[in-house]
């Protein structure tokens, strides 16, 4: 069961690590973003749509970034532009994202709902095929399966640490929401780094929608991203906005969603309402748990 699930909890984890470590890159400046929702599903969008114009998932993957880091940017000028309620501005994206990938999916594509199939990313034993043809005999199903985006995401997962830890641009990000005052005394641009830390969050964000897209899915589904943009965002509080720690929170909540759909094959007498839900609720009582012993950046939606 174990060499089972774990394949399935990386897979499940990979979009909710993508949108995390962007929200951990906007919050770490002191911008609050609850919009990695709307982020996610614009990203979704904007990679089902590359991929039918280009007939390539790769150029897909770029139209997703470029779709998250629009709805970055729209962000990013609200906030620190028009001085608007952070929060206020990221309930107004997820909703603006929510309704205009439903009004494109049908002017578009011309139905509701779902798009049309387009091509998908390359999955780890295609890509161990085509380079190394003695390989297939030795991959199981269950890795072989997984898409090639899932090690790339550990990879800069593990990169982010290093990068938040011992680079000056880490130290400068993390100086932007803590002291931002004593940044610019030492003299960080605090509002061009601010205003390009949100504007990369999007595309963080957008990139995990993209693999819900391109890499889970082969189309687009209306309400796509089924809240996991919320959960990325509790990963990140769990996470004590800390690269270890969210990639850890990340993985742990991969994991419920693995554990769910398991059980939900598994067992298909008990409600499947449950095992949808039980990821969330994993999460609310691991976030209740942590009441009083989370640490925000000190200037984590101050202007």
């Avoid at 609850?34 to 770029?62: D, R, Y």
């Avoid at 072989?144 to 899932?150: I, N, P, T």
């Avoid at 039980?278 to 691991?286: I, V």
Wanted: glycine share 12%; with cysteine; aromatic share 10%.
């Amino acid at each position: 069961m174990g060499w089972q699930l774990l394949p399935l909890a990386l897979a499940k984890a990979t979009p909710l690590l993508l949108a995390s470590l962007g929200g951990l890159l906007a919050e770490v400046t002191g911008v609050i973003n609850f919009a990695l929702e709307g982020m996610m599903l614009a990203g979704a969008f904007g990679a089902i749509w590359a991929t039918f114009v280009f007939h390539s998932p790769w150029v897909g993957l770029l139209g997703g970034m470029a779709a998250g880091a629009l709805i970055g940017l729209l962000h990013a000028l609200a906030c620190l532009r028009l001085h608007a309620d952070q929060i206020v501005s990221s309930i107004a994206l997820n909703l603006l994202a929510a309704g205009t990938t439903g009004m494109l999916l049908n002017q578009v594509f011309g139905v509701y709902g779902t798009s049309p199939a387009v091509a998908r990313l390359p999955d780890l034993g295609q890509l161990l095929a085509a380079s190394v043809p003695m390989s297939q005999p030795w991959v199981s199903p269950a890795w072989g399966r997984l898409s090639v985006l899932v090690p790339l995401t550990l990879l800069l997962g593990l990169a982010a640490v290093g990068w938040f830890r011992w680079t000056t641009w880490g130290l400068r990000l993390r100086a932007c929401g803590e002291n931002p005052a004593a940044a610019a005394a030492a003299g960080v641009a605090v509002g061009p780094l601010r205003f390009l830390a949100v504007c990369m969050s999007g595309t963080l964000a957008g990139l995990g929608g993209a693999y819900l897209a391109i890499g889970e899915l082969s189309q687009f589904v209306e309400q796509l991203t089924q809240g996991r943009g919320y959960l990325a965002i509790a990963a990140l509080i769990l996470g004590r906005w800390r690269p270890v720690g969210v990639i850890l929170a990340a993985f742990f909540f991969g994991l419920g969603e693995a554990v769910s759909e398991f059980l939900a094959v598994r067992i298909p007498a008990f409600p499947s309402q449950f095992f949808l839900a039980l990821p969330y609720l994993l999460c609310l009582l691991l976030l209740t748990s942590y009441i009083g012993k989370r640490l925000p950046p000190s200037a984590l939606g101050k202007r």
